[in-house]
Nanobody
Framework: QVQLVESGGDLVQPGESLRLSCAAS????????IGWFRQAPGKEREGVSC????????YYADSVKGRFTISSDNAKNTVYLQMNSLKPEDTAVYYC?????????????????????WGQGTQVTVSS
């Protein structure tokens, strides 16, 4: 069965970095798109970034562009989200999700309804 497990969330100070991991099992990443979403307290879940493993296309929300980098290690069946220059407004639970549809493009914001399988989330807190 498809399973996604996020890890790497932590409490950090503004300006610091974190790397989140999304380990996939039950399927291979090669033909899937993986999205990273986040949900802050009292807010809706929003798409942050995605990567298409079929052609390497990536997307970043404007709020994280230039600070976050998504990458995929297909040998490890794991997708990473490197987060630099973290801000308090990045505080949220971060989720990864998978879809077999090739929907990730540089201009297409990932939508919740497009992703079939979800991880349990990992907490990122940015505070001084």
């Amino acid at each position: 069965q498809v399973q996604l497990v996020e890890s790497g969330g932590d409490l950090v100070q503004p300006g610091e970095s974190l790397r989140l991991s999304c380990a996939a099992s039950g399927f291979t990443l090669d033909y899937y798109a993986i999205g990273w979403f986040r949900q802050a307290p009292g807010k809706e879940r929003e798409g942050v970034s995605c990567i298409s493993n079929s052609d390497g296309s990536t997307y970043y929300a404007d709020s994280v562009k230039g600070r976050f980098t998504i990458s995929s290690d297909n040998a490890k069946n794991t997708v990473y989200l490197q987060m630099n220059s973290l801000k308090p407004e990045d505080t949220a639970v971060y989720y990864c999700a998978a879809t077999p549809d090739d929907l990730c493009t540089p201009t297409h914001s990932p939508a919740l309804v497009e992703y079939d399988d979800w991880g349990q989330g990992t907490q990122v807190t940015v505070s001084s």
